[in-house]
């Protein structure tokens, strides 16, 4: 069974720094990929980041590209979510998740970090 464990969230100022850890365990994740999601207040989930645990390929939604940075350490089996230039809008609950790759879907999630970008 997949577990996931975020940490890292907290209160930062616009145009701050951030770094969101998930730590994975429960599998061998060299055929997953990982992802990063965030729910705003009264807002569905949305897509932030993901990255392929094998190969480390990356993906990432319009609103954070050239922001934030995903990452592995396979040695720790923990994915990094570094957000930079931080704006209130960024402003959500942030959640780790896991599908198989190719066709799984994000069926395993942790649960959550808050991030709140004060203006």
């Known amino acids: 069974q997949v577990q996931l464990v975020e940490s890292g969230g907290g209160l930062v100022q616009a145009g701050g720094s951030l770094r969101l850890s998930c730590a994975a365990s429960g599998r061998t994740f060299s055929s997953y990929v990982m992802g990063w999601f965030r729910q705003a207040p009264g807002k569905e989930r949305e897509f932030v980041a993901s990255?392929?645990?094998?190969?480390?390929?990356?993906s990432y939604a319009d609103s954070v590209k050239g922001r934030f940075t995903i990452s592995r350490d396979n040695a720790k089996n923990t994915v990094y979510l570094q957000m930079s230039v931080l704006k209130p809008e960024d402003t959500a609950i942030y959640y780790c998740?896991?599908?198989?790759?190719?066709?799984?879907?994000?069926?395993?999630w942790g649960q959550g970090t808050q991030v709140t970008v004060s203006s």
């Open positions: 998740a896991a599908r198989q790759y190719p066709l799984g879907h994000f069926g395993s």
């Open positions: 990255i392929r645990w094998s190969g480390g390929s990356t």
